[in-house]
């Protein structure tokens, strides 16, 4: 069975200061990697995705991930945050090719201080 | 494309009351998830279905839930009878064979 780790479950940072944001999985095939954004009251909503090729992918609104298979990892990065950045991130796994769910992560919940 | 369209959006109800829950996917998606997300356990997967057959239902709380899917444009989620701890917002969730999930808004139940 696949899992996904979150370490980080609140990081408080201020605006202009670099993300990154943690993600392992655990699961030995292929995999599709992505990071959700909830917004406060809103719905989860996809930043970036991996599926293959390129293994830095770059999602909306200036957002980054580097899937480095070796460690397992899947580390979302933004290089400036800003307030409007304040949310929860989620990142998922699942295994491609046809009828697999997707597993989450717990959450980190990011707080962007003006 | 309107996205997935869930109803009621909130949802208030006492102890012991039947609540169902609406969800009409993206068209073409043949998977649907159902979610419930909360403050204390965070996102948990609650059931999903591939082309309308029910695939997982571990992460169904309890008998008091039930889903169906009749078709490839709805789906329900039931609860019968409601408890104060299945307060909640729920989401559903669809997709096309294992890609990205696009959510809906959500309904936010609060049982009394």
């Known amino acids: ?114 | 494309d309107a996205g997935v369209i869930q109803s009621p959006r909130h949802e208030v109800t006492e102890m012991g009351q039947e609540v169902t829950l609406r969800c009409k996917p993206i068209s073409g998606h043949n998977s649907l998830f159902w979610y419930r997300q909360t403050m204390m356990r965070g996102l948990e997967l609650l059931i999903y279905f591939n082309n309308n057959v029910p695939i997982d239902d571990s992460g169904m709380p309890e008998d008091r839930f039930s889903a169906k899917m009749p078709n490839a444009s709805f789906s329900t989620l039931k609860i019968q009878p409601s408890e104060p701890r299945d307060s909640a917002v729920y989401f559903c969730a669809s997709s096309l064979f294992g890609g990205e999930q696009f959510f809906g808004p959500g309904t936010r139940l609060t049982v009394l």
């Not at chain 1, 392992?24 to 970036?48: E, M, R």
């Open chain 1, 1 to 114: 069975a696949q899992s996904v780790s979150q370490h980080n479950h609140h990081v408080i940072l201020s605006e202009a200061a670099s993300l990154e944001l943690g993600c392992n999985y655990s699961y030995g095939g292929t995999v599709n990697l992505f990071w959700y954004v909830q917004y406060p009251g809103q719905h989860l909503q996809l930043l970036l995705k991996y599926f293959s090729g390129d293994p830095l992918v770059k999602g909306i609104k200036g957002f980054e991930a580097e899937f480095i298979k070796s460690k397992f990892s899947f580390n979302l990065r933004k290089p400036s945050v800003q307030w409007s950045d304040t949310a929860e991130y989620f990142c998922a796994v699942n295994a491609p090719g046809g009828y697999q769910k997707v597993t989450f992560g717990t959450g980190t919940k990011l707080q962007v201080i003006p």
